[in-house]
């Protein structure tokens, strides 16, 4: 591990996920840190050879890919991790929740999740959706960036703004074609507020940074656009259960689903859009025969939920 100076005192180091390195008054501190145990070593490591203690760890979201060094790192120094508080919630109750979010499932398969003890709980400062922290003479910018989580912020530091998984880099997104979503109206949201700012430079977690944002922001909305359009595509068909969907958008985006995670991936997502059309009026669905399927609804009809409630 290396880390990457952007300005005299905010740096970007990581593997799987780009973290951020701001050197303070004593201390450094850092922006996510990437995934478990390996990863917490490599940061150890680092900070040995420059000399410098880790004194906090701001969460952009919890999810392993950017929280799962948090107990390692807490433990070899004693830091205090910053996150928001449905991110917080997230870390108390991580061998519950956790797998419950990602999956969809109270009672999970855990295969390939690799939870371990990297998401035991820490001592945790809650930080606002919205507004401002200073750590060690230091003063981040928190902006509520929800749609990939439901507590997701990114964090600006020297006019930089680091991203998390609000937007993923072009280059990251081409090969996958689809990433892990569970609010496709706030992520719109999102993307519209980070189109709209002006920073120097935008650090998504994944993928390299770019100081022009619309690109990825561009990718992250065709993302939503094509489940849309492919699985309205398929329900002029019929009626879909979510497995139907999930195979059909899967098929016609070109994608292997080779695993649990990169199943539980696109059908979590999946799902998010298909029950944000639902939710809005422009999709129904019905339980029939023992199975839940969506269904297609026509222009001026009302969702049978609806109905009956009237």
């Given at each position: 591990m290396a880390i990457k100076m952007l300005t005299p005192r905010v740096g970007l180091t990581g593997n799987i996920t780009v973290d951020g390195v701001v050197f303070s008054d004593s201390g450094v501190i850092m922006i996510d840190n990437g995934w478990g145990i390996k990863q917490g070593r490599e940061i150890m490591e680092e900070l040995r050879a420059i000399d410098k203690k880790l004194i906090a760890?701001?969460?952009?979201?919890?999810?392993?890919?950017h929280a799962g060094a948090n107990y390692y790192?807490?433990?070899?120094?004693?830091?205090?991790?910053?996150?928001?508080?449905?991110?917080?919630?997230?870390?108390?109750?991580a061998k519950q929740l956790f797998p419950s979010m990602f999956t969809g499932s109270p009672n999970p398969i855990m295969d390939g999740l690799g939870i371990g003890d990297v998401l035991n709980p820490t001592d945790l400062t809650v930080i606002p959706y919205d507004g401002q922290i200073t750590i060690d003479g230091v003063t981040f910018d928190i902006i509520s960036t929800p749609g990939h989580s439901d507590g997701h912020v990114a964090v600006a530091?020297?006019?930089?703004?680091?991203?998390g998984d609000a937007i993923v880099g072009p280059d990251w997104m081409r090969p996958r074609k689809l990433i892990y979503m569970t609010n496709p109206t706030l992520e719109l949201q999102t993307l519209s507020k980070i189109r709209?700012?002006?920073?120097?430079?935008?650090?998504?977690?994944?993928?390299?940074?770019?100081?022009?944002?619309?690109?990825?922001?561009?990718?992250?909305?065709?993302?939503?656009?094509?489940?849309?359009?492919?699985?309205?595509?398929?329900?002029?068909?019929?009626?879909?259960?979510?497995?139907?969907?999930?195979?059909?958008?899967?098929?016609?985006?070109?994608?292997?689903?080779?695993?649990?995670?990169?199943?539980?991936?696109?059908?979590?997502?999946?799902?998010?859009v298909l029950n944000d059309c639902v939710m809005h009026d422009t999709m129904d669905y019905t339980v029939k025969d023992n199975?839940?399927?969506?269904?297609?609804?026509?222009?001026?009809?009302?969702?049978?939920?609806?109905?009956?409630?009237?």
């Open positions: 760890i701001i969460n952009t979201h919890t999810h392993l890919d790192l807490f433990k070899e120094t004693g830091c205090m991790v910053y996150c928001t508080l449905y991110e917080s919630l997230m870390v108390r109750g530091v020297d006019n930089i703004l680091f991203c709209d700012s002006s920073y120097d430079l935008y650090v998504p977690s994944h993928g390299a940074p770019v100081q022009d944002p619309n690109e990825a922001c561009d990718m992250m909305v065709e993302m939503l656009s094509r489940i849309e359009t492919f699985t309205r595509e398929a329900l002029e068909n019929g009626p879909l259960t979510l497995d139907m969907a999930v195979k059909y958008v899967s098929e016609k985006l070109s994608l292997r689903l080779r695993d649990l995670r990169t199943y539980n991936t696109a059908r979590v997502t999946i799902q998010c199975l839940f399927y969506y269904k297609k609804l026509m222009p001026g009809e009302v969702r049978e939920a609806k109905r009956k409630a009237r």
